[in-house]
């Protein structure tokens, strides 16, 4: 009989339901005519519904055969819940991710760095007050927030962070990491793992020294931290910026983290870096670029895919800036897969280390501080002025047929010149059209 996985966490929303795997971090979006199948489904009476829509919740891991004690009850609970919901527009009813900034310090200087005080920076680096933390969990516990992205600066360097990782699962969290990995040994991974860390997000833009030394100085520590993983079973993945420079690199990262173990390859825009110069011009990929970058992600398609309905050993994720590199499938595919594009204010926000609420970490605008998260969500203009840019959008993204599942990127798009709500002037899919 199936039954909600062990691992499946689900809450209501507006007219349906979120669910969420906590291994893997899958999320899907449920209407309530989705919230009848499953119900059904776990009821064992199911009806005529699309045979993908019970495909995707099995491949996903989101249900899974066996008994599960109550897994009809949660969801009986949350489809008489849905109705009465309610949500900021275009928005979910709480955040489904924190980004909380641990620190702005960090052991190391990167070229094109969006946030860190570096080593020698004028800017005076501060540490999140644990106290900080605590209410923003609490809060977040009380919404029922699924995940926290704990980053900064380098949240190793943080003298509080394995009490963070604990408070944060032990409050029904899935805190997740992100480092560079100078300070990752076998010993902090073991601890993580003990804490209850979800998975490590490992930084890495080259497969080989030379590349990598273009934006990032520590390739053979980064490779170290990798291992250390593996050897502590610590589930990691490898971000990987996609820049002019390492884009030549891309399909040898996805072999190198298939090689290591890694759950995920996960693909990052440049942004704004916190240096000066002109380093995000020469180093953005361009509209031509972007459309190399798709016809190797094509490629790749079949091995990260293989397996029929078994997940792949190693996945390649895309950061919600790149929205526009799955523009060659219809917009109703992208939606059953819940492609949500620009995310800012709408599933996640970012909290500083000061305790400002942020629509994203790219964009520094902030109404709310405090880490009062949940009354910054229903309460902020700044948030709420994220969730109407479709309104705002002007130029060729106005009138493209994938808008309510892009968006572009604002803070590339400013950062370029523009205005909020201008035409992402890289995409791949409207470029062609001028």
Known sequence: MPALSPHTVIRPEPGGALLFQQETAETALLDLEGLDALYFLLKGELRDYPPFFIAYLRQHRFVAEGSVDGSLERVAAVRDAAPTMTAPPRALAAPETIHFSVTGRCDQACAGCFYSARPGSAVRPSDAPFELFQRVVRQAAKARVFQMALGGGEPLLHPRLLEMVRLARRSGIVPNLTTNGNLLT??????????????????????????????????????????????????????????????????????????????????????????????????????????????????????????????????????????????????????????????????????????????????????????????????????????????????????CRYLDLCRGCPAVVMAFGGAFGDSDPHCPTTAAKK
């Open 186 to 399: 076998v010993e902090m991974a073991v601890a993580l793992r003990e804490a209850g860390l979800g998975q490590v997000q490992i930084s890495l833009n080259g497969a080989s020294e030379g590349t990598n030394r273009a934006t990032r100085p520590n390739f053979a520590q980064a490779l170290a931290a990798m291992e250390g993983c593996r050897a502590a079973g610590l589930r990691f993945g490898i971000n990987f910026l996609l820049t002019r420079t390492g884009l030549p690199d891309l399909e040898q990262v996805f072999r190198l983290g298939e090689f290591l173990g890694a759950a995920t390859v996960n693909l990052l825009r440049p942004k704004p870096p916190t240096t000066d110069g002109d380093w995000l011009e020469r180093e953005s990929p361009t509209a031509a670029d972007y459309r190399r970058v798709r016809r190797i992600l094509r490629r790749l398609q079949p091995r990260w895919r293989a397996g029929g309905s078994e997940q792949p050993a190693t996945r390649i994720t895309i950061d919600a800036s790149l929205t526009f590199l799955l523009t060659d499938r219809s917009p109703q595919s992208l939606y059953r897969a819940g492609v949500w594009g620009c995310s800012a204010a709408r599933k996640f926000v970012t909290v500083t280390q000061e305790g400002e609420i942020l629509p994203c970490s790219h964009v520094r605008w902030s109404d709310m501080g405090g880490g009062d998260v949940m009354r910054a969500w229903w309460e902020s203009t700044v948030l709420a002025r994220f969730r109407a840019l479709e309104e705002e959008m002007r130029g060729l993204c106005r009138a």
